[in-house]
């Protein structure tokens, strides 16, 4: 039941609530609410002074002990709340300020003091000094904190600016108070993976140490994100000193993270191939066991156990038959811990949907400045609004991130939430199965365990992949997206999803944004008369065999030089192309590595500079084949059976282009040579793919859309029946 002050929305007129408790308490001096709510409407006007005489003088006219610590708190409490719920920060930090005279030991009140303080910016040294934080934790008092004020208070500290020194110092001490100690470690590597790599590295090391020294969780955490921060050596060193473990879950983790490490460094295929094989025994005996309890630690690597197989070979019907059965473990374990959503959800429990417009639901946690946002784009933008309804779910997201933002506002819906550190899908999959989402895309396949995993309960009654990257195999996917190209034609008999494939492409957009060349051939030594080659990949995709077939090109052409860019370990990729250069006899000099630009737009603008493009294989570029036959500059690639093999291959073909299309090495080497040595070739497909903006499904996101739009009508009348 509303009281008064809600009742009357007395909080909006704060002269008329000052007038209504005046005009009561001179009726009435005996009711001590009045007061309260007299004093809070004063405070809420910034007459702090008045609103403290008036609660006092509550104390003297109320004969009541529980007139300050509980009617008077709870009052304040509520609305703190409610002001904060409305970002109206400040007043919300007046009010618990007050309070905390009413229950100066009230911890979870300072907790959100604290908060508030950060959301207006103005925590300092001294903050944790003037709320008594560190006084309250020497003290005797027996503090009621749960575990979850703690967490809170952990993760806004350690995301402040106060001293780091300080930070953890105050965060060892807050360890000693919480209950639960492993939902204290995942917290704090959520924490520590979204905030700056200095303090992220530190307060994990930090967490070996006090929490848990062994922890497989914090050390794994650790290893990813001294890889991704481009720390290679470092986290190659902890994944090689993870203790031994007979535990076959524990060495597929141990196995994954090492071989990761290496394949993100670069350069060492030697070592990768012999760790992979050692890998496969181990994951191939976990997979036999087939054990429903698996960790979620475990689980969240099982669900990428075959990703980097792309990256060592291409025999996807030997690797995707493998990688179905581990999808399928991962499945049951997923289902075990969440046995009743799933109940809940599968198609005899559900009523079916009736709407008017199918509902689509897409799901990413790559919606954003990521090449998924960037390729996913034109869909969105050109959907008929009349037919479909859209519901985006990012269960990760950058609130600053302009074009998820952007992603966010094109949705009928568009629900965010952070997820724990390995990726708590309850929240997401409830909100999809209470939106009566008709179809799910995903987006992220393998590439993000979170999604995996709550894909895994069936939320929707149609689920498909596209884009983000192959087919996971997991069972509760129904189709893969695909093309006439990208797969071979017998990839069906391998695939566990029905192999739904579009007229044209998989993909189509309405091109790319560019900005200015940053990149100079004087600057960078290159005479005018020069050809130049470019690549510009990950390190986990320059492959030897590759390399090697590059090396012979540059070797044939006369006065070329080979660009090479992307996310490596320098010394160890600079050492592979070295190696293979001496061993064809190329001059050094003619390799020249580039550093990453700032945007994806002046990575493009870029381009520009180059006169071929080499592209990768086992692993084809995908957004950058796409950004390089945008620019109409021409391109090498080499086709293969997966689907990263043939990404080049699809792409070419929908853009009109079969120049510079090879099926083996030696063709790759072949065309190479030709395109360095016959300008008029250069010149023709240049032509081509500039004429192909106009005439190429491949730049038609209208179109695309389209084509899209008939798949997910035609699925839902399948699912219908």
């Known amino acids: 039941m509303l009281n008064i002050w809600e009742s009357l929305d007395l909080r909006n007129n704060l002269k008329k609530a000052i007038e209504f408790y005046e005009n009561a308490i001179g009726n009435n001096e005996s009711i001590g609410e009045n007061y309260h709510y007299l004093g ?9 002074e008045e609103a403290q005489m008036t609660w006092l003088l509550g104390l003297e006219k109320v004969d009541s002990d529980e007139f300050y610590d509980q009617n008077l708190g709870k009052i304040l409490e509520d609305e703190s709340n409610y002001q904060e719920s409305n970002k109206n920060y400040f007043p919300a930090w007046i009010i618990r300020q007050h309070l905390r005279y009413v229950s100066p030991f009230d911890f979870n009140n300072l907790v959100q003091i604290f908060y508030l303080s950060l959301q207006l ?25 749960s575990d979850n004020h703690i967490l809170q ?33 995942e ?48 986290a190659i060193q902890l994944a090689r000193n993870l203790p031994h473990s007979e535990n076959l879950s524990d060495r597929v983790i141990s196995h994954q993270l090492l071989l990761g490490t290496i394949m993100q460094a670069g350069g060492q295929w030697q070592e990768a191939e012999a760790i992979y094989a050692e890998y496969k025994i181990v994951l191939d005996k976990l997979v036999i066991e087939s054990p429903k309890n698996l960790p979620i630690l475990t689980q969240s690597f099982l669900c990428c156990a075959y990703f980097v197989s792309g990256y060592l070979s291409d025999t996807p019907q030997i690797t995707h038959l493998e990688q179905n059965q581990a999808l399928k473990l991962f499945q049951e374990n997923v289902c075990h811990y969440k046995s009743e959503q799933v109940k809940r959800f599968q ?66 819906k568009a629900f965010r939430a952070e997820l724990d550190f390995w990726g708590d899908n309850t929240v997401v999959a409830e909100e999809i199965y209470k939106d009566e989402v008709d179809i799910l895309i995903d987006l992220d396949s393998l590439t993000v365990s979170s999604s995996c995993s709550l894909l895994a309960l069936k939320p929707a009654p149609i689920q498909a992949t596209w884009l ?47 900005s200015l060349t940053t990149v100079d051939r004087s600057e960078l030594g290159i005479p005018n008369d020069a050809i130049i080659y470019f690549s510009a990949q990950q390190s986990s995709k320059r492959h030897p065999e590759t390399v090697r077939s590059q090396m012979q090109i540059i070797k044939q052409v006369e006065n070329s030089y080979f660009l090479i860019k992307g996310l490596a370990d320098q010394s160890n990729i600079q050492k592979l192309f070295y190696e293979h250069a001496e061993a064809e006899g190329v001059d050094l000099e003619r390799l020249i590595f580039l550093p990453r630009t700032d945007t994806e737009a002046e990575h493009r ?47 070419m073909m929908n853009a009109g282009i079969t120049e510079g299309i090879a099926w083996n090495a030696s063709e790759y080497v072949e065309w190479g040579i030709r395109f360095g040595k016959e300008p008029l070739l250069r010149q023709e497909v240049s032509w081509k793919l500039r004429r192909s903006r106009q005439t190429s499904p491949l730049w038609n996101g209208r179109k695309f859309t389209k084509e899209m739009e008939k798949a997910y009508t035609q699925m839902w009348e399948i699912y219908n029946g």
């Open 40 to 48: 809070l409407a004063l405070l809420l006007s910034a007459q702090e």
């Open 121 to 145: 910016k103005i925590v300092n040294s001294e903050t944790l000094v003037e709320l008594n934080f560190w006084e309250l934790l020497d003290s005797k008092h027996e503090l009621k904190i």
């Open 153 to 185: 208070l952990l993760q806004n500290v350690l995301s402040s600016e106060l001293p780091f020194n300080e930070s953890i110092e105050f965060a060892s001490k807050l360890l000693t108070y919480i209950q639960d100690k492993h939902l204290c470690l």
């Open 187 to 234: 917290t704090l590597l959520y924490v520590a993976e979204r905030e700056s790599f200095e303090k992220a590295q530190q307060i994990i090391i930090h967490l070996c140490l006090v929490v848990s020294p062994q922890s497989l969780s914090a050390k794994a955490c650790l290893c990813q994100m001294l890889s991704k921060n481009g720390y290679h050596q470092e």
């Open 347 to 412: 198609p005899h429990s559900r009523s079916k949907h009736n709407h008017k417009k199918i509902k689509i639901g897409y799901l990413s946690a790559c919606l954003r400045q990521h090449s998924v946002g960037w390729l996913a784009r034109s869909l969105i933008q050109h959907h008929d609004r009349d037919s479909f309804e859209l519901y985006g779910y990012f269960p990760w997201f950058e609130k600053d991130d302009f074009l998820q933002n952007w992603y966010a506002a094109q949705m009928n």
């Open 468 to 514: 983000g990257w192959d087919a996971s195999g997991l069972p509760a996917i129904d189709y893969y997206i695909a093309d006439p190209y990208v797969l071979p034609d017998n990839a069906q008999d391998y695939y566990s999803e029905r192999i739904w494939r579009l007229p044209n492409t998989y993909i189509g957009i309405d091109g790319f944004e560019s």
């Open 605 to 651: 603008a870029n381009l520009a500079i180059a006169d071929v493009v080499l592209d990768t294989y086992p692993y084809n570029g995908a957004t950058t084949t796409m950004e390089v036959l945008w620019m109409g500059i021409p391109i090498v690639t080499r086709v293969g059976e997966q689907f990263v093999s043939r990404n080049g291959y699809t792409m």
